[in-house]
């Protein structure tokens, strides 16, 4: 190779330059090549020639037209200097795409997990909340109904009249016959047995209902009334009743007496009972009020519910009384205060336990107890303290009375006032 034939290259990387012998075997071609190094049909264009110096910013480089021109083995080596660039910017392009859809891989799972957890959350707000919700509208209504029955209580002073009692029982009853039905006809078979069931009730009622009654009456009756809506002391202007009274505050008592028994038998006295308490002139207590001894007013705590009269309960709230309590007897125009000083149970046929001697005036009440049975009888025995006890007269024992054995108090049921038993 001649002397002419040697060029001078750019070294890469350097702003010197070196006269290269290129080999003799290779051989010059004259066409370029594309990035596959393949031959193509496009004319030769010059390469354009690269700054020897790095260029600084804002720089202009300025070629002459007498710059040397780069032969085919720059070309060469300038396409495949570029080719690696281009390489390996794909290969970094790729490993980058490559990480970043890794990247949106992992933000749509930890997104789709986030939206699954939320969901969850929501779910379970929802349910607490509704929970908590119908918690606070069941506790809100109870409290609600709460107040509506204190009001209530508050209105009625917690004491209902006999008409309320009345309607309630015939509620409930009326409730338990429906049920009751409805029963029997899905189960037709108990037709017998329910019957059974219905006619020992009836007879029980029919011949224990005074027991049931007195219970009823006892809690309907307005006992803790006030005493000034029904007492008024001995000495008031007001007119006394000409007809005889026993009057008992405590318990919201005042009945007509029955006086001028003189057969002391049960029936009699039963058929006596109908219209009032009865002055009882047992041996040794035939006082009236006004006299010194024992007078002894006889009543009803329970009697059958379908007996005729108005006094089947007239005391069937005896047993509230306690000493220091005051009642009244009004007799002959007079209102005479007795302060109750014992109280006793006896049984019926402890008759001489009335008889409390004549140095004093006494008023002895006696009912059946407790209320609704006949095994005991309860006296309560007060003593005059108005008008002047000292001012009494004498009893007057009468022999037209019958001795009694024991104390009455044994009214008849409806059945035994049918069978007549």
């Known amino acids: 190779m001649n002397e002419q034939d040697n060029e001078e290259y750019l070294i890469p990387?350097?702003?010197?330059?070196?006269?290269?012998?290129?080999?003799?075997?290779?051989?010059?071609?004259?066409?370029?090549?594309d990035r596959t190094h393949q031959p193509t049909s496009h004319p030769v264009q010059p390469a354009p020639i690269k700054p020897t110096k790095r260029m600084k910013d804002n720089q202009t480089v300025t070629y002459s037209a007498d710059?040397?021109?780069?032969?085919?083995?720059?070309r060469l080596q300038n396409h495949i200097y570029h080719d690696a660039q281009l390489a390996a910017g794909q290969i970094l392009s790729a490993e980058r795409r490559q990480a970043q859809e890794k990247q949106k891989e992992k933000q749509a799972q930890d997104l789709a997990r986030q939206r699954y957890h939320q969901a969850w959350q929501n779910y379970y707000q929802k349910y607490y909340e509704n929970y908590y919700i119908a918690a606070l509208q069941e506790q809100q209504a109870r409290f609600a109904k709460q107040q509506a029955a204190?009001?209530?209580?508050?209105?009625?002073?917690?004491v209902l009249d006999q008409g309320e009692v009345q309607h309630e029982l015939k509620s409930e009853v009326l409730e338990k016959v429906k049920e009751t039905a409805e029963q029997a006809k899905r189960h037709w078979w108990f037709w017998p047995a329910i019957s059974a069931v219905v006619v020992a009730l009836v007879f029980l009622f029919l011949q224990y209902n005074s027991?049931?009654?007195?219970?009823?009456?006892?809690?309907?009756s307005p006992g803790d009334s006030s005493t000034q809506t029904i007492i008024v002391g001995s000495g008031s202007n007001q007119p006394i009743s000409t007809s005889p009274h026993v009057i008992i505050p405590k318990i919201?008592?005042?009945?007509?007496?029955?006086?001028?028994?003189?057969?002391?038998?049960?029936?009699?006295?039963?058929?006596?009972?109908?219209?009032g308490p009865v002055h009882y002139p047992l041996a040794g207590a035939t006082a009236t009020p006004g006299?010194?001894?024992?007078?002894?007013?006889?009543?009803?705590?329970?009697?059958?519910?379908?007996?005729?009269?108005?006094?089947?309960f007239i005391f069937v709230q005896l047993n509230r009384l306690a000493q220091g309590d005051l009642f009244y007897l009004d007799y002959g125009k007079t209102r005479y205060a007795y302060k109750v000083v014992d109280i006793k149970s006896l049984y019926p046929n402890q008759i001489d336990q009335v008889n409390l001697g004549s140095s004093k005036a006494y008023?002895?009440?006696?009912?059946?107890?407790?209320p609704g049975s006949i095994a005991k009888?309860?006296?309560?025995?007060?003593?005059?303290?108005?008008?002047?006890?000292?001012?009494?007269?004498?009893?007057?024992?009468?022999?037209?009375?019958?001795?009694?054995?024991?104390?009455?108090?044994?009214?008849?049921?409806?059945l035994e006032s049918i069978f007549g038993k």
């Open 291 to 312: 006299q010194k001894g024992n007078t002894v007013i006889l009543g009803h705590s329970s009697a059958d519910v379908f007996a005729p009269g108005d006094y089947k």
């Open 150 to 158: 204190v009001a209530d209580s508050r209105q009625n002073d917690g």
């Open 67 to 74: 710059a040397e021109p780069m032969t085919n083995t720059t």
């Open 252 to 275: 919201n008592v005042n009945a007509p007496v029955v006086y001028g028994l003189t057969d002391l038998s049960e029936n009699n006295v039963q058929v006596a009972l109908r219209n």
């Open 377 to 414: 009888r309860l006296l309560v025995i007060g003593e005059q303290v108005s008008p002047d006890p000292n001012r009494t007269g004498e009893s007057q024992e009468t022999s037209d009375n019958k001795p009694a054995k024991q104390i009455v108090g044994k009214p008849k049921t409806l």
């Open 363 to 370: 008023a002895t009440l006696i009912t059946c107890d407790p």
């Open 211 to 220: 027991v049931v009654m007195a219970g009823v009456v006892s809690f309907i």
């Open 13 to 33: 990387g350097s702003s010197s330059r070196k006269v290269i012998q290129p080999p003799e075997a290779t051989p010059v071609v004259n066409y370029p090549y």
